[in-house]
Structure formats: structure tokens, C-alpha cells
């Protein structure tokens, strides 16, 4: 396989179908779960797209953890430099660190004890 690299990437482009396997819930408090096989197909896609589609995640978990943590040091249009971890091998939040997410983007104050209290009551159908 030749090396991809940022020079070359818009020489090369993606054919042909990959398969993820998944499931999921009809909503937060359903109990029934449906497996699934999505097949993506891919007609000539530009591998740049694609590996840009993929860092998504790891720009939303960075604001949503290092950056907004350490807002004030950074400066606007800064460039900073994280290191890709797979999925499968980066560390996974917590449970409580993913309701602070949660809860910070459904506008609940999390200073507020009582409101991040009934926000995690809520989540959990209690």
C-alpha cells in the first residue's frame, strides 16, 4: 500500500462498502434494544474527507473536556496539538463526567446541586 500523507491525501479516494455494527434504544427511557449493521458505501469519497469526518469526535470530547477547562489560556486561532487515540483505546468518560456533558449542553446549571440532581433523576427515570 503506498504511505498516505498531507501532501498526497487528495490522490487518494475510497470504494466500496464498510460494515459497523451497532444498536440502540427508541429513546433515553426505553428498555428495548435493536442491534443493527449499517453498511456505508463509499463512491469514490476523498480520504481527506473521510479521516476529517473522523476527527470530529475528538475535537467535540476535547472542547467539551481539556478546552473548556482551560478556556482563558488559550489564545483565538491558536493551534493545538492532541494526540489520536481509536475508540476502542481511549479513555472512556466516566458516567458522571458524561451527565456533567449532558447536562451542561441541556443548559442545567452544575454549580446548582439541586437542578444537576433532578437533570441525573430525570436521566435515570427516578
Not at 8 to 17: A, F, L
Not at 43 to 59: H, M
Amino acid at each position: 500500500m503506498n504511505k498516505i500523507n498531507k501532501e498526497n491525501i487528495n490522490d487518494y479516494q475510497v470504494n466500496g462498502v464498510f460494515s459497523i455494527m451497532g444498536s440502540m434504544k427508541a429513546d433515553n427511557t426505553s428498555k428495548e434494544v435493536k442491534k443493527f449493521k449499517l453498511n456505508v458505501k463509499f463512491d469514490n469519497v476523498l480520504v481527506s474527507d473521510i479521516i476529517e469526518k473522523a476527527l470530529d469526535p475528538t475535537k467535540i470530547q476535547w472542547v467539551n473536556g481539556v478546552g473548556r477547562k482551560h478556556f482563558d489560556t488559550y489564545k483565538d486561532g491558536q493551534a493545538i496539538e492532541v494526540d489520536f487515540k481509536s475508540p476502542g483505546r481511549a479513555p472512556q468518560l466516566t458516567m458522571i463526567e458524561q451527565l456533567h456533558i449532558e447536562a451542561k449542553a441541556a443548559g442545567v446549571d452544575i454549580g446548582d446541586k439541586a437542578a444537576l440532581k433532578a437533570f441525573i433523576n430525570e436521566k435515570l427515570g427516578l
